[in-house]
């Protein structure tokens, strides 16, 4: 039986905060949208999109596209604003590298997000099964362009390189929130080493980016020092968005950012050093992340 393991910050007689307007996502419609839905499920492939209760994956799907999660949907790590079930992942599909390729052709996309669940069971962080995935995409369709967002490595730098190392043109790392709240949003992290991971990747010669989560009790200055850490360690690209609680045992929404917030916070980040900026309500780490090749 799976194990889940959240950390929780809710009872279940506190009444959540209700949502603003600016937070309404249409029900998922369309061709486009069965058609991505059916190749997922043939394929028997996890999506970051299912997994992590995305707001966004009407939009997505309906365009034709979609972020694959490899290494399994069981993550050995327990933070406390994730909806990934935590557990004892099980064995890893073989099979899987050529699965993902095979469905990225099939969808016609021009640019691919893979993502993955943190596996700190395997002595290489499920390196190998990442630079396979990468390879036998670009293998496959060497024309699409490949962003992966790749979990914290614990400082297993030799993993880190190979799992860089297939011919993805972006490396993404996502720091989540600010540095104060490390112990209580990723509990299992640290917040200067994932700054480290991003400095090392980028010296390998990636575009890099990082995103981070609002509206879990962290201060304006807060995000602002954030933003010159990631831009000190040579961040390019940032991604602002609107933590959502996915259920009760999760942690509970301290704010709801307003839209002229997110904007200026997008400017500020541009003033800051960063390439590009994508910060919205509705924001994920893979959103419009064809953008960000530019």
């Known amino acids: ?7 929780g910050q809710n009872t279940a007689d ?8 600016w937070l309404r996502v249409k029900l998922p419609t369309g061709e486009n949208y069965k058609k991505v839905r059916q190749l997922v499920d043939n394929y028997q492939l996890h999506t970051i999109c299912e997994s992590g209760n995305c707001p966004n994956m009407g939009e997505c799907w309906g365009e ?10 069981v993550c050995t790590r327990s933070c406390s604003f994730c909806a990934v079930a935590t557990g004892r992942p099980p064995e890893y599909d073989q099979e899987e590298p050529q699965r993902v390729a095979e469905a990225i052709d099939l969808m016609g ?17 499920g390196a190998e099964i990442w630079y396979q995935t990468v390879s036998a995409v670009k ?3 060497p024309h699409v362009t490949i962003e992966t967002l790749i ?8 993993a880190l390189e190979r799992m860089i190392s ?4 972006v490396v993404s790392h996502n720091m989540e929130t600010v540095e104060r709240l490390y112990r209580l949003v990723r509990p299992q992290a640290r917040y200067n080493r994932s700054l480290e991971q991003i400095r090392r990747t980028k010296e390998y010669g990636k575009r890099t980016k990082s995103g981070i989560m609002l509206g ?3 201060s304006q200055e807060e995000v602002h020092k954030s933003m010159d850490d990631l831009v000190a360690h040579g961040c390019d690209v940032l991604t602002l968005g609107q933590y959502l609680q996915p259920t009760r045992m999760h942690l509970d929404v301290k704010a709801f950012v307003t839209p002229d917030e997110f904007e200026a916070y997008k400017e500020e980040g541009l003033r800051r050093g960063f390439l590009y900026v994508e910060s919205g309500p509705l924001v994920r780490s893979s959103y419009h992340a064809e953008r960000h090749l530019i």
Request: avoid cysteine; aromatic fraction near 4%; charge should be neutral.
């Open 1 to 7: 039986m799976l194990e889940l393991n959240v950390i």
């Open 14 to 21: 506190e009444p959540r905060k209700r949502k603003p307007s």
């Open 64 to 73: 034709g596209t979609a972020t694959f999660m490899i290494l399994g949907n």
């Open 109 to 125: 996309v021009k640019h691919a997000v893979i993502t993955s669940v943190n596996r700190d069971e395997l002595p290489d962080s």
């Open 139 to 141: 293998t496959r369709t």
């Open 151 to 158: 979990p914290d490595v614990k400082s297993r730098w030799e």
């Open 166 to 169: 297939g011919g993805q043109e």
């Open 216 to 218: 879990l009790g962290e």
